[in-house]
């Protein structure tokens, strides 16, 4: 297909994706639909025909503005490699596996030489099988030792849900190996009692990151039989751990390494990652080790239907008058809807846990009213569960007693379904990495399978689902992570240290910023040299120093205020946003009002209630200028890269109208400011660059803010974030400068590599914005392109016509590619390195994640939750628009 749409360059920097070639094609319209049916479960429909189906009806057909064929693809097989036991591959043939793919076999063959391998092919291609066929064979080799445990091995999962499926998984699979495959769980879940059992004679441990950096390497003594025999690492679903958290679990990995080299063990690691670009060079960045990658996915594909979905406009008009679409919650309910009435498995991803529960709740209302048997067979999923919660859905899930799912990303990672028909996705989940995860839930028995992308009111949802090549023509993106982060760097030192003393043998393992921060931490009294080595110096677990999550801290535990029952928690970066005084918080259905917000004690009291509202947070964000680390000229204008002081403060909230999202109040709130230091991308421009766009002072802060709120939507098509990973301010004087400002930051302590990259790819990046804005059939500006839902300023002032002119501007001045695409991994830093280093070594409590902003100072939630949200100032005359949102947090330890 001709990239007609998008500007030459767009994607330059990236690499070609490894799928089967497409086919694009329009749906042909159907304008027959008959009444909901109270239908059963019925036999397997086509991918087409239940697509048929969805679209039948007034209006349906139109709202499809493109479908792509996925034609199915024939697997080619392999033999195991011969040094696999014969008991091993007689398990996998009873499980009705004659011969495994090429991928599998090739995998597998890397293992058993002592390599660390990289599996990189698509969902459900038996990445599982092609590291647990060595894994269970080399088992069964130290089984035979006289202790009976003369090899381990570790499995970490991003999520509990994950791990514990897979120790499902591999307990039937062994099962024929009697005893001497012994798998377990040991994460926050696992009983007191049962962990000295694991520890002692478990030789297959499945757990997560946040339980080996709590739990296990901080009492590393206790688990010295288990470290001295591991012999393999199995690090699944590897292409999660990006930005601030997979910065902190390549450090965390660092550690294992250094402890397991004190019991004398060099395990060697085996990642399983969905299709991604330049696998190995994540898997080293991730590991600190030399990485083989296998990407030539063997395995055999049924069909699948990929339908772009646009909800309707509606009759409603939003802020300045703007035209507004029904959401995607309210779209996607309905699909759920229809989906479970003709009886086709179904799970809807959408991106926050207050959209899964919306999701299910208006989907039981609506299945109520045609057959009342139906409401039970439609849950939500999401993080945040008590653990008995997430196990009985994923075991409804499994068994086939639910036929729709409302989820999170929990569990997008967490649990391998079989048999589902259809996958819906509430929103672009802000890669395609991630867009083609979700996907690929759906058929994994090979079967053909749907998937429907519902289009937020957004301008990168509105931009993907008009220009179709942006998604099935690109390749995947690099996953972006930086060990070297002084702000994750720094209490992995304490951590180690703390577990054994470092010494200068170590500082390689670590990185070369462990020079410049060790005199640091030693001046904060927080290590001390002791003639050849550092130690830990406080009584304190210096563990505690490090959330690797980047939550800013405990969890807020959501509490019934009548019962005292525990409903579940609440990551504490979101909770200013999420269950403030006055919030609604759903959880399993239920509606509640947060009574009393207590942040001394991480505490939130609600109350069950029926109000016919949601509710948004605001906040202000104010931004200052650290250090300069990169400056480029961009006609009479400046590109800069660098650090950057944020200081957040969620100041009231809005309540919304359920479904049309109208705003029916504001609140306000008395919450303490929160301050981040990180990296930011800016731009700069000119008076003369003004002149020569017709930009004068009155349209001025206008044209800034229309142009913030469009790179920040667009951001993700470059960079492997969310849009809530990142934030945005834009002024037009700015202090530190002098000059009119745009900037967009990383929501995280130090930063996450995403604003870098933005940095490297800012022409490319910037064009697309300014498509973006200039191709929108709007008059003054509208959701789908320059207006933010939550704008805490209220969208005013935005100038579309003003930020086009600008952007043009601004872009014939850029260099020609000269920024270059990033490297695969970060590039060297300036003499005297990076500014924001913590004090005493310990990261900050951070602002959350922030998103845009504008003059008079609001800020908007990342759209994660719709939930909390605003823009801010920043000084003088500028506005942020940022907000909060919050994750699963299913895989904490």
């Given at each position: 297909m001709a990239f007609n749409h998008l500007p030459a360059g767009v994607y330059d920097a990236l690499v070609p994706l490894s799928v089967t070639p497409v086919t694009h094609s329009v749906p042909m319209a159907k304008n027959h639909r008959s009444d909901r049916p109270s239908a059963q479960p019925t036999s397997r429909l086509s991918p087409g025909t239940i697509l048929d189906r969805l679209a039948a009806g007034p209006s349906r057909a139109s709202r499809i503005t493109h479908t792509e064929h996925l034609p199915p693809r024939e697997g080619r097989h392999a033999v195991w490699p011969d040094r696999i036991r014969s008991e091993v591959i007689a398990a996998v043939r009873a499980c009705g596996i004659d011969h495994p793919w090429v991928h599998q076999a090739r995998a597998a063959e890397h293992?058993?030489?002592?390599?660390?391998?990289?599996?990189?092919?698509?969902?459900?291609?038996?990445?599982?099988?092609?590291?647990?066929?060595?894994?269970?064979?080399?088992?069964?080799?130290?089984?035979?030792?006289?202790?009976?445990?003369?090899?381990?091995?570790?499995?970490?999962?991003?999520?509990?849900?994950?791990?514990?499926?897979?120790?499902?998984?591999?307990?039937?699979?062994?099962?024929?190996?009697?005893?001497?495959?012994?798998?377990?769980?040991?994460?926050?879940?696992?009983?007191?009692?049962?962990?000295?059992?694991?520890?002692?004679?478990?030789?297959?441990?499945?757990?997560?990151?946040?339980?080996?950096?709590?739990?296990?390497?901080?009492?590393?003594?206790?688990?010295?039989?288990?470290?001295?025999?591991?012999?393999?690492v199995v690090i699944?679903?590897?292409?999660?751990?990006?930005?601030?958290?997979?910065?902190?679990?390549?450090?965390?990995l660092r550690r294992l390494r250094r402890l397991c080299a004190r019991y004398g063990a060099s395990p060697v690691f085996l990642l399983a990652s969905a299709t991604a670009a330049e696998p190995s060079e994540a898997a080293g960045r991730l590991t600190g080790l030399r990485v083989v990658e296998v990407a030539d996915d063997a395995s055999p594909r049924g069909e699948l239907v990929f339908a772009l979905w646009e909800p309707p406009l509606?009759?409603?008009?939003?802020?300045?008058?703007?035209?507004?679409?029904?959401?995607?919650?309210?779209?996607?309910?309905?699909?759920?809807?229809?989906?479970?009435?003709?009886?086709?498995?179904?799970?809807?991803?959408?991106?926050?846990?207050?959209?899964?529960?919306?999701?299910?709740?208006?989907?039981q209302e609506r299945l109520a009213e045609v057959d009342r048997s139906l409401v039970r067979r439609v849950a939500a999923y999401r993080g945040g569960y008590l653990p008995e919660?997430?196990?009985?859905?994923?075991?409804?899930?499994?068994?086939?007693?639910?036929?729709?799912?409302?989820?999170?990303?929990?569990?997008?990672?967490?649990?391998?379904?079989?048999?589902?028909?259809?996958?819906?996705?509430?929103?672009?989940?802000?890669?395609?990495?991630?867009?083609?995860?979700?996907?690929?839930?759906?058929g994994r028995s090979g079967q053909g399978a749907l998937a429907v992308l519902i289009a937020r009111d957004d301008p990168?949802?509105?931009?993907?689902?008009?220009?179709?090549?942006?998604?099935?023509?690109?390749?995947?993106?690099?996953?972006?992570?930086?060990p070297d982060n002084p702000y994750v760097l720094a209490p992995h030192l304490c951590a180690a240290a703390?577990?054994?003393?470092?010494?200068?043998?170590?500082?390689?393992?670590?990185?070369?910023?462990?020079?410049?921060?060790?005199?640091?931490?030693?001046?904060?009294?927080?290590?001390?040299?002791?003639?050849?080595?550092?130690?830990?110096?406080?009584?304190?677990?210096?563990?505690?120093?490090?959330?690797?999550?980047?939550?800013?801290?405990?969890?807020?535990?959501?509490?019934?205020?009548?019962?005292?029952?525990?409903?579940?928690?609440?990551?504490?970066?979101?909770?200013?946003?999420?269950?403030?005084?006055?919030?609604?918080?759903?959880?399993?259905?239920?509606?509640?009002?947060?009574?009393?917000?207590?942040?001394?004690d991480s505490v939130a009291l609600v109350e069950q209630a029926g109000p016919t509202y949601s509710t948004v947070a605001r906040d202000t964000t104010a931004i200052s200028v650290l250090e300069t680390d990169i400056e480029v000229p961009w006609g009479d204008g400046r590109l800069c890269y660098g650090s950057v002081e944020v200081t957040n403060q969620v100041v009231s909230f809005l309540r919304r109208r359920l479904i049309t999202g109208e705003v029916l109040g504001e609140t306000k709130l008395d919450l303490p400011p929160r301050t981040l230091r990180t990296r930011a991308v800016w731009w700069t421009v000119t008076e003369d660059q003004l002149d020569e766009a017709r930009i004068n002072p009155e349209i001025l802060g206008g044209a800034l803010h229309a142009a913030e709120h469009a790179s920040i939507g667009m951001l993700p098509l470059f960079a492997t974030c969310?849009?809530?990973?990142?934030?945005?301010?834009?002024?037009?004087?700015?202090?530190d400068t002098l000059l009119p400002?745009?900037?967009?930051?990383?929501?995280?302590?130090?930063?996450?590599?995403?604003?870098?990259?933005?940095?490297?790819?800012?022409?490319?990046?910037?064009?697309?914005?300014?498509?973006?804005?200039?191709?929108?059939?709007?008059?003054?500006?509208?959701?789908?392109?320059?207006?933010?839902?939550?704008?805490?300023?209220?969208?005013?002032?935005?100038?579309?016509?003003?930020?086009?002119?600008?952007?043009?501007?601004?872009?014939?001045?850029?260099?020609?590619?000269?920024?270059?695409?990033?490297?695969?991994?970060?590039?060297?830093?300036?003499?005297?390195?990076?500014?924001?280093?913590?004090?005493?070594?310990?990261?900050?409590?951070?602002?959350?994640?922030?998103?845009?902003?504008?003059?008079?100072?609001?800020?908007?939630?990342?759209?994660?939750a719709d939930t909390g949200s605003g823009s801010g100032s920043g000084s003088g005359s500028g506005s942020g628009c940022g907000g909060v949102g919050y994750g699963a947090g299913a895989g904490s330890g």
């Open positions: 293992a058993l030489d002592g390599e660390s391998v990289v599996v990189a092919t698509g969902t459900a291609s038996g990445k599982s099988l092609a590291y647990l066929v060595p894994v269970l064979s080399t088992l069964l080799d130290g089984s035979e030792a006289p202790n009976g445990r003369g090899t381990t091995a570790l499995y970490l999962a991003p999520t509990k849900a994950l791990a514990a499926d897979q120790c499902r998984s591999v307990k039937e699979f062994s099962q024929p190996l009697g005893h001497s495959v012994r798998p377990a769980v040991y994460d926050g879940d696992t009983p007191v009692e049962e962990r000295e059992w694991v520890r002692q004679y478990a030789n297959y441990v499945l757990t997560n990151p946040d339980m080996l950096h709590r739990g296990i390497l901080p009492s590393h003594p206790r688990w010295s039989s288990f470290l001295r025999a591991l012999k393999y699944d679903e590897c292409h999660t751990y990006r930005g601030v958290f997979g910065s902190h679990v390549a450090q965390v509606t009759e409603m008009q939003g802020e300045k008058g703007a035209p507004v679409r029904r959401t995607a919650t309210a779209e996607t309910a309905d699909l759920l809807t229809d989906l479970t009435v003709q009886g086709v498995r179904s799970v809807a991803f959408v991106r926050s846990r207050r959209g899964a529960e919306l999701i299910s709740v208006i989907a919660e997430r196990r009985a859905l994923e075991q409804a899930l499994h068994s086939g007693e639910l036929l729709g799912l409302a989820a999170t990303t929990a569990l997008e990672l967490g649990i391998d379904v079989s048999g589902l028909d259809a996958v819906l996705i509430a929103g672009y989940p802000g890669t395609r990495a991630s867009l083609w995860q979700q996907a690929g839930r759906a990168l949802d509105t931009f993907l689902v008009h220009h179709p090549e942006a998604l099935f023509d690109q390749p995947v993106e690099s996953t972006v992570l930086d703390a577990e054994l003393p470092l010494t200068d043998d170590d500082l390689e393992l670590f990185g070369p910023a462990c020079e410049e921060l060790l005199p640091q931490l030693e001046a904060a009294k927080l290590l001390r040299r002791r003639t050849t080595a550092w130690h830990w110096t406080r009584r304190e677990r210096a563990a505690d120093l490090a959330d690797i999550r980047g939550e800013g801290g405990r969890p807020v535990q959501v509490v019934e205020a009548g019962t005292g029952r525990l409903l579940g928690t609440v990551d504490a970066g979101a909770a200013h946003a999420t269950v403030h005084e006055g919030a609604v918080h759903l959880h399993q259905g239920r509606t509640y009002l947060v009574r009393s917000l207590d942040l001394e969310d849009r809530w990973d990142i934030g945005g301010v834009s002024i037009p004087l700015h202090p400002t745009v900037f967009v930051y990383d929501g995280h302590p130090g930063g996450a590599g995403f604003a870098e990259r933005a940095f490297h790819t800012a022409r490319a990046w910037l064009t697309a914005t300014h498509q973006a804005i200039a191709s929108c059939e709007c008059e003054a500006g509208c959701p789908s392109c320059i207006q933010s839902p939550k704008c805490g300023n209220g969208n005013d002032p935005l100038h579309k016509r003003g930020a086009v002119r600008l952007l043009t501007v601004l872009l014939r001045g850029a260099p020609e590619e000269k920024t270059g695409p990033l490297p695969a991994g970060p590039p060297p830093r300036p003499e005297g390195g990076r500014t924001g280093v913590p004090p005493a070594g310990v990261p900050p409590a951070g602002v959350p994640p922030a998103e845009e902003a504008t003059p008079s100072g609001s800020a908007e939630d990342p759209d994660r």
